[in-house]
């Protein structure tokens, strides 16, 4: 089983502020590393596919990099509405696996 | 437009089965390259993958979890049903599924239901 390990776990943040979130897998995965969204009570929301590709929808200050087992999502000038944890998710193998989560906190 | 709603019991008994039913709509479970997956959450924990099913009727489990799973589909009530057998309190959670629009090619779950939460106790 491929485990992704994100880090940090926890973050408090201000407004405006740029917020890096890094994603490792236990193996090389390619690009097949996805990232998303949940806020409370609601259903995880896609916000970057295969590492680095956009969503329709989504505002262009989140973007993704990276390959093989390192990754990054990246928040420019982080808003409020932002709060949220974020998980990345891996479908290389046939059975995908999530990360751990990071939680965001607005200052 | 795509939609996904689960269904099931909002609480079950220690060592009794589970059944959750994910209808959907907006997409066809015949269509080549399309699946749905099955997805968990914990109460205030992370989202944990469980099973996933393709067009072609190919399923695959969770390592942790696969001999209490089952999934299956019926195709002509865009249905997919997923049961877990000797049910735990530690299986306490929210459990979504998900469409997967092209699961051969790494696609990732796109569009999810709203979750149904699902209590182990007695």
């Known amino acids: 089983e491929i485990v992704l390990t994100q880090s940090p776990d926890f973050q408090s943040v201000t407004p405006k502020e740029k917020v890096t979130i890094t994603c490792r897998a236990s193996q090389s995965i390619g690009s097949s590393l996805h990232w998303y969204q949940q806020k409370p009570d609601q259903s995880p929301k896609l916000l970057i596919k295969y590492a680095s590709q956009s969503i329709s929808g989504v505002p262009s200050r989140f973007s993704g990099s990276g390959s093989g087992t390192d990754f990054t999502l990246t928040i420019n000038s982080l808003e409020a509405e932002d709060a949220a944890t974020y998980y990345c998710h891996q479908s290389s193998s046939l059975r995908g696996t999530f990360g751990q989560g990071t939680k965001l906190e607005i200052k | 437009q795509v939609t996904l709603r689960e269904s099931g019991p909002a609480l079950v008994k220690p060592t009794q089965t589970l059944t959750l039913t994910c209808t959907f709509s907006?997409?066809?479970?015949?269509?080549?390259?399309?699946?749905v997956s099955w997805i968990r959450q914990p109460p205030g924990k992370a989202l944990e993958w469980l099973a996933r099913i393709d067009w072609d009727d190919d399923k695959y489990y969770s390592t942790s979890l696969k001999t209490r799973l089952t999934i299956s589909k019926d195709t002509s009530k865009n249905q997919v049903v997923l049961t877990m057998t000797n049910m735990d309190p530690v299986d306490t959670a929210t459990y979504y599924c998900?469409?997967?629009?092209?699961?051969?090619?790494?696609?990732?779950?796109?569009?999810w239901g709203q979750g149904t939460l699902v209590t182990v106790s007695s």
């Open positions: 907006g997409f066809s479970l015949s269509t080549s390259g399309m699946c």
């Open positions: 998900a469409r997967v629009a092209y699961c051969s090619g790494g696609s990732p779950e796109d569009y």
